[in-house]
């Protein structure tokens, strides 16, 4: 099992651009999220996921779009980038709902916005 | 509003010692508690998953205690060794979601 996989592993942007981060998992989770986390902060979520085509907001949504098209994808993507939102984003998939289950994360996404 | 605190935000501790990190939380009302790892450039790793009925979890070198009514939560290592060297994490499960601590920078000296 490969568990959760993320690209890219790091991407520059100009503001304004847009970009899709993938998040995939092979461990047919039902319930998969994105977190950002920034410097001296904890996690913060941004969307997630109860099942495909079940999605709904997090702590911090704005400027973040997802889709959950089959089990295995929830890609996140960034309509109009902005320096706000350079970060490291983790995407992680667990059996159930968040906590109440084993997380399993992906290894990150930094992003940098120029 | 749920909010997790974990100090102190580093701790360094010569090898073999024993030590203590600790996480706190404002509202008792959890379903549990989790502690996870982040080595540099990765993911988390979750170690140990506490419920709000227990107070505590054993896995190897690591013991987590669960206090809810004074909102706190440790996390023991014992016979600390260089590879224990990371960041550590704790979350608590709040209405569905993990609301998240900043974490506690562990370096290990050989």
Not at chain 1, 41 to 46: T, V
Not at chain 1, 93 to 101: F, I
Request: aromatic share 8%; charged share 15%.
């Amino acid at each position: 099992n490969a568990g959760v996989t993320q690209t890219p592993k790091f991407q520059v942007l100009k503001t304004g651009q847009s970009m899709t981060l993938q998040c995939a998992q092979d461990m047919n989770h039902e319930y998969m999220s994105w977190y950002r986390q920034d410097p001296g902060m904890g996690l913060r979520l941004i969307h997630y996921s109860v099942g495909a085509g079940i999605t709904d907001q997090g702590e911090v949504p704005n400027g973040y779009n997802v889709s959950r098209s089959t089990t295995e994808d929830f890609p996140l993507r960034l309509l109009s980038a902005a320096p706000s939102q350079t970060s490291v984003y983790f995407c992680a998939s667990s059996s159930s709902l968040a906590g109440r289950e084993t997380q399993y994360f992906g290894p990150g996404t930094r992003l940098l916005v120029l | 509003k749920q909010e997790v605190t974990q100090i102190p935000a580093a701790l360094s501790v010569p090898e073999g010692e024993n030590l203590v990190l600790n996480c706190s939380f404002t509202d008792s009302a959890i379903y549990n508690l989790q502690w996870f790892r982040q080595d540099p450039g990765k993911g988390l790793t979750s170690l140990l998953l506490i419920q709000s009925s227990q107070r505590e979890q054993t896995s190897g070198r690591l013991n987590a205690s669960l206090d809810k009514s004074s909102g706190r939560s440790t996390l023991y290592i014992a016979a600390s060794q260089p590879g224990d060297s990371a960041t550590y994490l704790c979350a608590v499960d709040s209405n569905y979601q993990l609301i998240w601590g900043a974490g506690t920078k562990l370096i290990i000296k050989p």
